[in-house]
């Protein structure tokens, strides 16, 4: 039997937990946000009022605010309102860690110390593994719809084999149930991060202990598994898709074994053996971003510390891959495009 946690809900409503959990929701340029403005100029009476609706078992979630990100694609981002995002804080602050003690090593999204960066040097260091000129395959997978797709049903039996504490775990499931449908998180939100880990880790468990795959690497719904045995991985490829199919899920269509002649599009960049290159839809939608806010500047629309922002934000992208060239292009167009508006402005 997995081993549970009991006896969290005192320290889920306390008032020192709930305070904590608005300090780190208002943080990350969200102080300005007039929800934040309204609820912080009456903070104790706001905090006391969440904590005396889930001691009183009358919480509930509020309506999200919806819009659509276009980048890396088009996507459907539903935003919890700002008292929502206290208790999530709330509840990530006391469970979060006690689901990611369970976690295998090898998944990278959304953990403390982790993220994308290490997942592609990860996978990196398994391609150095092997001898050099090798031939060397990887599944490239994913889940269809990942988000949209998560069982609720499953999904809670897995939270079970975490959580005991009644109360907390009524929480956790009006969180999973607010679409009001059998399936399905919102994109958007604390929950839907820490859950959609809890989702796919008896996936991530059963390649590592089950299967014993060694070169494994999993970042949120995408994963990769490299070995120099094409058919053995023909054969993991339906495995994996069974196992998904197990958990309510669909693996993408697109999930594919490929040889890595050519490096593997991974987490944002192209890896081979020795080096690594930006990924060229993450170059092509710098460039746009960076020369709209230009413009924008040029306009009056945005301030010159924005501009600055996405263009050091870029800077620390490609500085962890080759892209001498490609930065100086594009930073010699920003440069162009800049200096005629910044000749009676400030200087970037």
């Known amino acids: 039997m997995p081993k549970t946690f ?31 403005m309204r609820f912080t100029r009456n903070l104790e009476t706001n905090l006391i009022n969440i904590q005396n609706h889930l001691m009183w078992g009358t919480w509930k979630p509020s309506p999200v605010n919806a819009f659509i990100v276009y980048e890396p694609k088009k996507r459907l981002i539903q935003a919890p309102a700002f008292v929502d995002r206290i208790v999530h804080h709330a509840f990530d602050q006391v469970a ?5 003690k369970k976690m295998v090593n090898q998944t990278y999204a959304c953990l ?33 719809h990942f988000f949209p797709s998560i069982n609720h049903d499953f999904l809670k039996r897995q939270i079970r084999r975490t959580i005991s504490d009644k109360r907390l775990l009524c929480v956790a499931d009006l969180i999973i149930d607010q679409n009001e449908q059998l399936e399905g998180l919102y994109i958007g939100s604390l929950p ?26 999993r970042y949120m719904d995408d994963f990769i598994i490299i070995s120099d045995n094409l058919a053995y991985l023909r054969e993991l490829l339906k495995d994996a898709e069974r196992q998904l199919n197990s958990a309510g899920l669909q693996i993408n269509p697109k999930s594919k074994v490929i040889p890595i002649t050519h490096g593997i599009d991974f987490c944002g960049y192209r890896t081979f053996n020795d080096h690594l290159l930006p990924r060229k839809r993450n170059v092509k939608n710098a460039r746009r971003r960076i020369l709209h806010l230009i413009d924008e500047y040029d306009n009056g629309n945005v301030e ?11 800077l620390g992208y490609v500085s962890h891959c080759s892209a001498y060239r490609t930065t100086e292009r594009l930073l010699g167009e920003a440069l162009i495009n800049a200096r005629p508006l910044l000749k009676n402005k400030e200087v970037v």
């Open 96 to 100: 979060g860690h006690l689901f990611e």
């Open 304 to 314: 010159l510390e924005k501009v600055r922002a996405s263009i050091m934000s870029f």
């Open 112 to 144: 403390e110390d982790r993220g994308p960066l290490k997942a592609v040097l990860q996978m990196q260091e398994y391609i150095q593994s092997y001898p050099q000129g090798q031939r060397l395959y990887a599944i490239k997978g994913d889940v269809h």
């Open 192 to 217: 839907s991060q820490l859950f959609a880990g809890v989702t796919l880790t008896p996936f991530d468990h059963h390649m590592k202990d089950d299967l014993g795959i060694k070169h494994y690497v």
């Open 6 to 36: 009991n006896g969290l809900w005192d320290d889920f409503v306390s008032f020192e937990n709930l305070y904590r959990a608005y300090a780190t929701a208002r943080s990350g340029g969200h102080r300005e946000d007039a929800q934040v």
